[in-house]
């Protein structure tokens, strides 16, 4: 059984940054894709981020430019480096693992953290 723990989350103001991290344990597999995902009150839970056990990454749309995934050395954890946050930017975020190539589809992944807040103040 794996099991995701995230940190970093927190109450910033528009244009600071936050680094989300997502620890895993349990049984992990050279496959893997590990994601981030969002949700706001209201509103659907949606992709932000994904990254390969080849170190393959994806954005979405909305956070190009400004958020980066990445690994640990240990390959067990991974991080969410956000940059330039917007109100808009506020949410509940999730990481997200899934045991095969990446998917932007949140149905596909297998196992879920526990979420942690992000609240960006105009």
């Known amino acids: 059984q794996v099991q995701l723990v995230e940190s970093g989350g927190g109450l910033v103001q528009a244009g600071g940054s936050l680094r989300l991290s997502c620890e895993a344990s349990?049984?992990?597999?050279?496959?893997?894709?590990t994601a981030w995902f969002r949700q706001a009150p209201g509103k659907e839970r949606e992709f932000v981020a994904q990254?390969?056990?080849?170190?393959?990454?994806n954005y979405a749309d909305s956070v190009k430019g400004r958020f980066t995934i990445s690994r640990g050395d240990a390959k067990n954890t991974v991080y969410l480096q956000m940059n330039s946050l917007k109100p808009e930017d506020t949410a509940v975020y999730y990481c997200?693992?899934?045991?095969?190539?990446?998917?932007?589809?949140?149905?596909?992944?297998?196992?879920w953290g526990q979420g942690t807040q992000v609240t960006v103040s105009s």
């Open positions: 349990g049984r992990t597999f050279s496959s893997d894709t």
């Open positions: 997200a693992l899934r045991l095969g190539s990446g998917s932007y589809a949140n149905t596909n992944y297998n196992y």
């Open positions: 990254i390969t056990w080849s170190t393959t990454t």
